[in-house]
């Protein structure tokens, strides 16, 4: 079997779970229909290894939006708090190579390149924060704009007081409450 591709049984189980998922948070996709996003997760298995990877790791991908201009839909992470299987991990790389001793066991870069899905844009963790609250207790790293990535930095977000926090530290950075949230779009 392709290792990037489910089974049927394993395809028809993780559509159950995204289509239960999709009618409970009917806020996150206002006047998208279950019926058009099926059809598009199952004409593109490639993506729904993506979208189980994002599950495995405590991600709860839920639709979020559509894109007209590429005809695609828009899911996010949408777990309460940073996924619990993508934490305790530095920002990319060249952050987990710099590191002498006490490395964490990968980077939020590669790991959202192994699952075949982006990293949440500040933008874009935003956006989510308007759908509900998330990381009040834990943080989730953003995409870093290359200036600050060369100065060794790398941006980070989470939620307290009822607002959206953004924040930076040494990209080599890693905390057991910090992970990262992902993107796809099928």
């Not at 963790?125 to 600050?148: A, H, N």
Request: include cysteine.
């Amino acid at each position: 079997m392709d290792k990037k591709k489910l089974s049927e049984s394993q395809s028809e189980t993780l559509i159950g779970i995204l289509r239960t998922r999709f009618e409970k948070n009917t806020n996150r996709h206002t006047g998208i229909k279950w019926a058009d996003v099926q059809a598009k997760l199952e004409a593109n298995p490639e993506k729904l290894w993506s979208l189980e990877e994002m599950e495995e790791t405590g991600g709860e991908p839920d639709v979020v939006g559509f894109d007209k201009k590429t005809g695609e839909y828009i899911f996010f992470d949408c777990a309460a708090e940073s996924p619990k299987g993508r934490r305790s991990i530095c920002y990319d790389q060249q952050a987990l190579e710099s590191r002498k001793e006490h490395k964490p066991k990968d980077s939020a870069i590669a790991m959202a390149d192994a699952m075949g899905i982006e990293i949440l844009t500040e933008e874009q963790y935003r956006e989510l924060q308007k759908l509900g609250v998330f990381d009040i207790k834990t943080s989730s790293w953003v995409l870093t704009p290359e200036d600050i990535r060369k100065r060794g930095g790398a941006l980070f977000c989470d939620r307290r007081y009822d607002t959206v926090f953004l924040y930076h530290n040494g990209a080599e950075s890693y905390y057991a409450a910090r992970g990262f949230r992902g993107s796809l779009k099928v």
